[in-house]
């Protein structure tokens, strides 16, 4: 479950992005937070990721392995892809299982050719598939998206989409996600919550 609670936030001195604000995803759910561009949706994932303090307001989050697909690459440019995602695991998993769990994924979403490359050398997908496969070899209980699938074309898109799918089928697990794509998040199962204001106030809910 990941509970958030009265939130208000913002960044530094500046004005207050969140007032208010509260959602509950329940465990197994998942949620799509849609809304305006600029609006401060990524602000809710980064408080909810135990990133960015809220100012005032509660955040429940019982997830034991949660993991995150930021919006922009946040992948270490002096690694290359397969230690990218080996360094994410080693605080999870012994070395050997962090490498199987690693080059698993990299095979999955067809990047196993550009392991030994760094983040540098690979184009916007590519990078964007690194990402999610990272966050997929987390095995968590709890993905945070924000734009997954941005960059992507529709048949790639279409394989990540599966293997979140597939994942979340088999091992129960919720999602808190960005999307402008709301099609494919739907056919993930993901319920909508519309989200407004400038600051975002209010409970967001699944629209009926």
Not at 2 to 30: K, M, N, V
Not at 32 to 40: K, R, T
Not at 124 to 144: C, F, H, K, Q, T
Request: glycine share 10%.
């Amino acid at each position: 479950m990941l509970r958030l609670s009265g939130l208000h936030a913002g960044y530094g001195h500046g004005p207050a992005i969140l007032q208010d604000f509260s959602l509950d995803l329940p465990t197994g759910a998942g949620y799509c937070l849609s809304g305006p561009s600029g609006l401060g949706k990524t602000t809710i994932l980064l408080v909810a990721a135990g990133l960015l303090p809220p100012r005032a307001g509660h955040v429940f989050n019982a997830s034991r392995r949660p993991a995150y697909v930021f919006q922009d690459d946040r992948l270490l440019p002096w690694l290359d892809v397969e230690a990218n995602l080996t360094f994410a695991l080693s605080g999870h998993f012994l070395r050997h299982d962090a490498l199987s769990r690693s080059r698993h994924w990299l095979e999955r979403f067809g990047l196993s050719e550009h392991a030994h490359k760094r983040p540098g050398a690979l184009s916007g997908g590519m990078r964007r598939r690194v990402n999610i496969a990272r966050a997929m070899a987390m095995e968590p209980d709890l993905l945070l998206l924000d734009e997954p699938f941005s960059f992507l074309d529709k048949a790639m898109a279409q394989i990540c989409a599966e293997a979140i799918r597939t994942w979340r089928e088999q091992q129960h697990g919720s999602i808190l996600a960005i999307s402008h794509d709301l099609p494919i998040m739907t056919a993930l199962g993901l319920q909508v919550c519309a989200v407004a204001g400038t600051p975002i106030t209010g409970s967001a809910e699944p629209a009926e």
